[in-house]
């Protein structure tokens, strides 16, 4: 007697296959992402995603797809081990040896803290440790010769700079 095996279909494997491991466009923006130091909106324009989409990161950073490939690059233990190897990194200053003509490796005992700091943020940046930025952006197309929409226009102006000052004032 035959037993019926549950087979899913072809499509269907497929589709699970490519959740897995994300489309194309995610593992390129990825990719891409990586190479130029952590801009998501960069990284994603130049993977194919629309002006739209990727004005918008949190569409990429934040699908299952995205964390796991992210999560299979860059494992937490991975980072952490990473971090302390930075976090003890020895600064080494080169100086050419006029005697010999040779470059020289010379050890300073001190932490390289340019290599700890860009190493750190740019991890933290891929992980989404950061709190997220905080922008407006208002893009209004306004005729100059209407004389209340430039009044209106100058009052905004006014209170964005009091905005700023204050807040600079407050820090």
């Known amino acids: 007697m035959k037993t019926e095996r549950k087979t899913k279909p072809k499509a269907a494997l497929k589709e699970e296959k490519k959740k897995k491991r994300g489309s194309l ?8 992402l990586v190479e130029n130091g952590g801009n998501v909106s960069k990284a994603m324009r130049e993977a194919g995603y629309s002006k739209k989409t990727a004005i918008n990161p949190k569409k990429l950073t934040e699908s299952k797809a995205y964390q796991e490939i992210l999560g299979n690059y860059l494992p937490d233990e991975l980072l952490a081990q990473k971090h302390l190897e930075l976090l ?30 860009s190493a750190l943020d740019m991890a933290y940046k891929l992980k989404g440790k950061y709190a997220p930025e905080k922008s407006i952006n208002l893009n209004m197309n306004i005729k100059q010769d209407n004389p209340q929409l430039e009044k209106i226009r100058k009052m905004y102006d006014e209170e964005v700079k009091k905005q700023i000052i204050k807040q600079i004032e407050n820090e």
């Open 25 to 32: 466009r995610q593992r390129i923006a990825i990719i891409k």
């Open 88 to 117: 003890n990194k020895e600064e080494v200053i080169l100086k050419n040896n006029v005697t010999t003509g040779k470059i020289e490796a010379i050890y300073t005992g001190r932490v390289d803290t340019n290599a700890v700091k």
